[in-house]
């Protein structure tokens, strides 16, 4: 999209969600949550969709992030479709500190890249820089970083793993309750994500 600074109002916080028109569709009650709790908290929220074979979903989320970060001065929240945010969930400034991407580890106990929180400085965006560097080399294997073939979540870890072993340390690990997939943990948590064991519950609250 051309001219986005003339297409985006400015605000504090940018909410980025990233997905093909079937898979907004049939989480729609999830997007609806990005919205209302947007215009609740005064963020401002992009989604960005498009036929399902016209790019790699997954990667272009890389892509959306490093274009709002350039463009713009805001912060940048990139969540995925398939999270619900709940009614009561506060403000992100409840866990920032002085780190410049915040993160959740999911239930393999590694970063997920299902709620990613960027700050809008030369730190986040030399990360992302190099990221979309990563993506074209494959997974190195036996080393823990594979998630997704086609995914990106792998190349963020394995790219975070050699920043700390640079003295990089420019992550910050948030409380479960800002991405959680797991039932047990389901009713304290802000922000549900449907993936993993959570999957199962995902028609709950779709009937809600």
Known sequence: MKNKKNFY???????????????????????????????????????????????????????????????????????????????????????????????VKGKSKRLNSGFLYFKNNDKSKKFLLDLKERLKTAIPKGRGYFVTKEGENGHIIWLKADYEMQGK????????????????????????HFTNDLRKRIHKYRNE
């Open 9 to 103: 109002r400015n605000s504090m916080t940018k909410v980025l969600c990233v997905a093909d028109y079937d898979y907004v569709k049939s989480h729609q009650f999830c997007i609806d949550s990005h919205r209302k709790y947007c215009k609740k908290n005064n963020y401002e929220y992009v989604l960005i969709s498009g036929d399902k074979n016209s790019r790699n979903w997954k990667r272009s989320k890389v892509d959306e992030l490093i274009d709002l970060l350039y463009n713009f001065n805001d912060d940048v929240l990139l969540i995925d479709a398939d999270c619900f945010i709940k009614e009561n969930t506060p403000e992100f400034l409840n866990f920032l500190t002085n780190k410049s991407i915040y993160f």
């Open 169 to 192: 340390h420019i992550f910050q690990e948030i409380s479960f309750h800002w991405n959680c997939s797991l039932p047990k943990l389901e009713d304290k948590a802000h922000v549900l």
